[in-house]
């Protein structure tokens, strides 16, 4: 027998008749006797004192009900950022591991930072479909690369490849949970309703969660299933229905540094921390070090209109999370009336610490932050109504970041400090854990979940996947911790942090933390301090023994430097969101000055599309117009910032929507005349605006004549995080601009394409290539 067919235990004669066959060799493994399903419900941006089981004011009552009858974690950790704690998810190594030391849009070619996860980190998902688990993932995923999430993009790292039978919900950081950009397994789809239909992102991922369950029970119900469940929420923009933003109205009214003394106190009558803990200061950093867009006004500074809406802001968060937590609770409810849930495994739990993008004043479009620009009040002031809703891009100031993440220092981006990664995470297991309504306080991290999967389910990790040698698994199975008690030592050794040029290591109850900003841009790391904590009694990390405790100092910086040898962590890049955002990465389709795009096709993510960014550009429309002609010949972007050409009125106008900040910058010709037309814009870039953002001229042409003409401003940051594609012949759900509705698709003619060009040639010159490709038709 060959050694093909080496397993093959029958018997193979001439004749069917006389041959015995042996399925062995080709069944499809299944899981083990018992094994649980196991449910992964993982927030955005939550820092560990906003939900009530930890104390916090923001009513979980899913997350308490698995709380009460499962154990509450209090000393459990991320790597501060959202990519890199969900890498860690993903496969069990560390984020650097990965190639995800920073965010997808972040990636700047080093070997942590490439994006790409490498083939010798397998991920669960690809372990468990191979040992009889059906898995899905719903929600977030922020582990594709940017120029991967496009029609035509590369899948290989899709879900669906990285080891999921099913995928539902969207590729990128953030999105619009009212107009959310929806991927169904590899595809690209729209909205099934809209907001005017009842229609939120929170409720449609429940509702694809529990059909995928469903759906699975009905066909193979003796087969367990892993679920990975990650809302939009915590992450901006905070939206949520108005009935449960109204839920919390003056419940912020005391303001943050009331909040924090306040939550300390139930968090040590809880026992979420000791007694004794003390409280860090608001703004902790040196002025030297310190990053302004992440500094704290103090509430007694503030005047009543700021007040007013600074506790709006947070008033809207808690209700976006409150109605997240319902969404997981009709989920929570299906498992226990079909008999699930007592034998599956639910982790309920945060990728980060509360989130500081939304400067000190708090934002009504978040993209601000991502193109460096201040938030103006007056502006937030005029949308303090419409908080919540479509209208609005949201996210709070940074003093609820801080809040949020009581009693420690900074938040989400500051690795160094627990206010940045120390999360919530209830585990409840009805047949697995015995113990009911419990603390646990040993130290772990998000590195550790896959490692508990793998260990409760009774599988391990192999030494090599797909012909690959494996990299070890750098997590600590938590499953010892179930049924130990509540201060019983952790297993946990070492952990390493590093983000954004901000690092720390934590090693057997000692904390070393560089004392460095985030997206500072100041460089210079061979010169930063370091602070020392012995966390095991100071858990705010708020007495630095570096004086007293030189030698141990010493000790947790080598292993600091160890860890960043062995994890591929160098170099450190403290460069600001705006630029590194921006970093040139390597496409598909190499970057050109022409582009040409075509009606009848999906939006054309930002990623990949064509970038104008701080530039000058041409866009030009060949098209024939009938009596009646209307429509979108060309958008990008959304409400929140974009740019659209279009014909209404009989007339073409150009929009610029300047990070959604009004009015509308607005340029209008004369009617138009049916017929053959080439109709286009020019922006010339003539300098730059205090902060970065691009001025100069923009001309608005019919055919070879300037109909229009003015100044304009132009971001020079993105649109969008991720999102809001570049449509041809129509707009987003949520459009461009307040001058039409959604879609306003292209009637009344034939548009026959758009090019858009960033070259040095001139307009004209363009215009006469267009009208001689329209003279063809």
């Not at 905070?238 to 009214?253: L, N, S």
């Not at 506790?311 to 808690?318: G, L, P, S, W």
């Not at 179930?482 to 050794?493: G, L, Q, V, Y």
């Not at 279009?646 to 607005?666: C, S």
Request: aromatic letters at 12%; proline letters at 7%; a negative charge.
């Amino acid at each position: 027998m060959s050694e093909f067919n080496a397993d093959f235990s029958g018997k193979i004669e001439l004749d069917v008749r006389d041959s015995v066959p042996d399925w062995s060799p080709y069944e499809l493994p299944v899981a083990p006797e018992g094994a649980p399903n196991v449910l992964v419900v993982l927030y955005d941006d939550t820092g560990l004192a906003s939900w009530s089981p930890y104390g916090g004011r923001i009513h979980m009552p899913t997350m308490d009900r698995l709380a009460q009858s499962g154990l509450t974690y209090t000393q459990w950790h991320t790597t501060s950022l959202c990519s890199p704690t969900r890498s860690t998810m993903l496969t069990g190594r560390n984020h650097h591991v990965n190639r995800a030391g920073v965010i997808m849009e972040g990636t700047n070619g080093f070997p942590g930072f490439a994006g790409r996860l490498p083939a010798e980190c397998a991920t669960v998902g690809q372990i468990l479909q191979q040992n009889g688990y059906s898995t899905f993932w719903i929600g977030k995923n922020h582990n594709v690369p940017e120029e991967d999430v496009a029609p035509g993009g590369s899948r290989s790292m899709w879900p669906l490849q990285m080891g999921f039978d099913r995928f539902y919900g969207f590729l990128g950081g953030e999105t619009n949970n009212w107009y959310p950009d929806l991927v169904e397994d590899n595809h690209f789809i729209e909205a099934p309703a809209t907001p005017e239909e009842g229609y939120h992102l929170s409720k449609d991922l429940a509702d694809q969660a529990l059909r995928m369950i469903r759906n699975q029970q009905s066909s193979n119900p003796s087969k367990p299933w892993y679920m990975w469940f990650c809302p939009g929420a915590n992450h901006a923009p905070h939206h949520a229905p108005e009935e449960y933003i109204e839920k919390y109205r003056g419940a912020f009214d005391d303001g943050y540094d009331a909040y924090r003394e306040w939550v300390l106190a139930r968090m040590i009558e809880k026992g979420v921390i000791p007694e004794g803990t003390a409280l860090t200061p608001i703004n902790p950093l040196p002025d030297d070090v310190a990053n302004p867009a992440d500094q704290v006004r103090p509430w007694d500074e503030l005047n009543d209109d700021e007040k007013r809406l600074f506790a709006r802001f947070a008033e809207v968060f808690a209700g976006f999370s409150e109605y997240t937590d319902a969404q997981v609770g009709r989920v929570i409810d299906y498992l226990e009336e079909s008999g699930q849930l007592e034998n599956t495994l639910v982790f309920y739990c945060a990728d980060n610490g509360a989130s500081g993008e939304g400067s000190p004043n708090g934002s009504v479009n978040e993209n601000k932050f991502f193109n460096g620009y201040p938030d103006d009040l007056a502006e937030n002031l005029a949308m303090l109504d419409r908080l919540g809703s479509a209208d609005t891009y949201n996210h709070y100031p940074t003093g609820w970041a801080v809040a949020f993440s009581t009693p420690f220092q900074m938040f989400k981006r500051y690795s160094q400090f627990a206010g940045g990664t120390c999360d919530p995470m209830v585990i409840h297991w009805p047949k697995g854990i015995q113990a009911r309504g419990e603390l646990r306080h040993q130290y772990h991290h998000s590195v550790d979940v896959v490692a508990t999967v793998l260990d409760v389910i009774g599988i391990e990790m192999p030494e090599t996947f797909r012909g690959v040698r494996q990299h070890p698994l750098d997590g600590v199975s938590m499953k010892y911790s179930f049924d130990a008690a509540p201060d019983s030592p952790t297993e946990k050794r070492v952990q390493y942090y590093s983000m954004l040029g901000t690092r720390g290591v934590w090693k057997d109850g000692w904390k070393a933390a560089a004392v460095h900003a985030p997206l500072s841009g100041r460089g210079h790391f061979e010169d930063d301090v370091w602070e020392l904590y012995n966390v095991e009694v100071d858990r705010s990390e708020s007495h630095d023994l570096a004086g007293s405790e030189p030698d141990k100092l010493r000790e947790l910086i080598d292993v600091w430097f160890e860890e960043a040898e062995s994890n591929f962590v160098l170099p450190l890049d403290d460069r600001s969101a705006r630029d590194v955002l921006n970093v040139e990465r390597p496409q598909a389709e190499k970057p050109r000055q022409r582009y040409v795009y075509y009606p009848d096709t999906a939006a054309v993510p930002e990623s990949v599309a064509v970038n104008v960014r701080g530039r000058s550009y041409k866009i030009i429309a060949d098209v024939v117009l009938e009596d009646g002609a209307e429509g979108v010949l060309f958008a990008h972007g959304s409400r929140f910032g974009g740019h659209s050409l279009f014909i209404k009125d009989n007339r073409l106008t150009y929009v610029y929507n300047f990070l959604g900040i009004p009015p509308e910058q607005t340029f209008t010709s004369e009617e138009l005349a049916p017929g053959p037309h080439t109709l286009g814009v020019e922006f010339v870039r003539e300098g730059a605006g205090e902060h970065g953002e691009s001025l100069g001229t923009a001309t608005l042409y019919v055919d070879d004549r300037a109909v229009a003409s003015g100044p304009m401003r132009a971001q020079i940051g993105k649109f969008t995080l991720c999102g809001d594609g570049l449509c041809i012949g129509w707009d987003s759900a949520d459009p461009v601009s307040g001058q039409y509705g959604p879609a306003f698709a292209f009637t009344g003619g034939k548009l026959l394409g758009v090019g858009v060009d960033v070259s040095a040639e001139q307009y004209l010159d363009l215009e006469r290539e267009a009208a001689a490709m329209l003279s063809r038709e």
